[in-house]
């Protein structure tokens, strides 16, 4: 009987597949929040540090950009999306091929710089002559090139710094400035990744499901709505009283009314209308039409 259960259980294995859910992978915001692609996960807290690859390409919509690899690692889920940041990139190993002949030198340093906020990536770039050079050309183009990566890094945030990468400006500048020592054919900014993030960086990863999500928003909401029904910070309802009374005319019972109809400042009810004023439970026309023109006598 015992084999015949254990048969009947190996029948009933559950399929995985089944199990897991789709979630949308979403670019960071140097990216514009576009949607990478889909990846299952049987539990959220799986898909934290999944590292993506999509083609520059399909996220910047730029046809010279197909081999230009981006990797995107998710360090958050909210709901069914992954959120993602910047992890690295790479160049396709044909296009590399390519860039390099017979005759001609190579220069491929690599550099760990910093960013503003205080990120360390490690940078590759890929440099190459019409003709061959000797060693201390070669020794001079590396360290010239190091002083501009580095100046670049250290005046730009992570994201301004990635789009500088990425599309053409760090080259550009690269390009300008060996150009004093010896003319580059090409350069690339072949492969970066991030080694470390700064220490007062808030990166910790988030899992909030759909419920979760929806609670959040609520609460975002009433908070919204109760900064705007509160009054301004350091004006308690007695000292909004208090500054009501100076108005000609208002004692503390009518300071107390106007309190209570939703008026925390004078700029407030400067900008009410009469009729505004009336709505107020307890403030008649004419009184209304005095607070009125004394709050705005002398303009």
């Known amino acids: 009987m015992a084999r015949r259960k254990s048969r009947r259980a190996s029948r009933r294995v559950k399929d995985k597949w089944k199990s897991k859910s789709w979630y949308t992978i979403v670019a960071p ?12 996960a049987a539990e959220p807290e799986l898909l934290l540090g999944r590292v993506s690859e999509i083609s520059l390409q399909d996220l910047a919509g730029d046809f010279s950009k197909v081999h230009v690899k981006i990797k995107l690692r998710v360090n958050a889920v909210r709901g069914g999306e992954c959120r993602t940041q910047f992890y690295g990139h790479d160049m396709t190993s ?4 390519r860039l390099t002949r017979r005759r001609r030198s190579k220069i491929e340093p690599a550099f ?16 190459v002559t019409n003709k061959r050079i000797n060693s201390s050309i070669k020794k001079s183009l590396r360290e010239k090139q190091r002083e501009i990566i580095e100046e670049m890094a250290a ?4 994201s301004q710094f990635v789009q500088k990468m990425l599309f053409g400006s760090l080259v550009s500048s690269i390009k300008r400035e060996c150009k004093t020592i010896y003319p580059l054919r090409t350069v690339e900014i072949c492969k970066s990744k991030i080694i470390s993030i700064p220490e007062d960086e808030d990166v910790e990863d988030l899992i909030l499901t759909e419920e979760e999500l929806e609670e959040e928003e609520e609460e975002e ?4 709505e109760e900064e705007e029904a509160e009054p301004e910070k350091g004006t308690s309802k007695p000292e ?5 009374q100076k108005i000609d005319g208002v004692g503390p019972t009518m300071a107390e009314k106007l309190y209570d109809g939703g008026f925390r400042t004078l700029d407030q009810l400067k900008e ?6 009336t709505q107020i439970d307890g403030v008649g026309a004419a009184f209304s039409k005095k607070i009125h023109k004394a709050l705005h006598e002398g303009e």
């Not at 005046?155 to 992570?158: E, V, Y």
Request: aromatic fraction near 8%; charge should be negative; charged fraction near 40%.
């Open 29 to 40: 915001d140097m990216f514009e929040g576009a949607k990478v692609g889909e990846t299952p």
């Open 94 to 97: 044909d296009f590399i091929r």
């Open 112 to 127: 760990e710089v910093s960013t503003k906020e205080g990120y360390r990536l490690r940078v590759k770039v890929l440099s």
């Open 155 to 158: 005046k730009s945030t992570l």
């Open 221 to 224: 909401m009433v908070e919204e």
């Open 240 to 244: 909004v009283m208090e500054e009501f």
């Open 272 to 277: 009410a209308s009469e009729e505004d004023l």
